[in-house]
């Protein structure tokens, strides 16, 4: 399925400008829209304004003042169901879509951002039943 397919943008965030860029434009290649924060605090503060825009919290894990899990964290108190893949060159996290390890190669981080939007646009389009019984 085509990324203009996929609802919503993808929040990056990253404190190396370099690694923001890199990852920008390389999703941004493959048909996504993206916002790009350089840190957890500016990222917060982004996804309170357009938390509806957001369909996906992209964030490296280990950045001064707010890190990615806190982040995500934060994030998740606000939008429970939000997906979150982090990317992490030392660590390993999980809020449910695991973590990208750095460095990690185009056709990877494409592979996996693909997946879980994917999901999360099949998890919007599942219909809700009526579980009811007739009476």
Known sequence: MPPDQYPGAILLVDDDHSIRKLVKECLEGAGYTVFAAGDGVVGLAFFKQRQEEIALLLTDVDMPGMNGLDLADRILELDGTLPVVFM?????????????????????????????????????RTPKTDHTLPS
Not at 98 to 124: D, H, N, S, Y
């Open 88 to 124: 992490s060159g030392a660590v390993t996290a999980d809020r449910g879509n695991g973590c990208i390890p750095k460095p990690f190669r185009e056709p990877e981080l494409v592979a996996k951002v693909g997946t879980v939007m994917g999901t999360r646009r099949l998890a919007r």
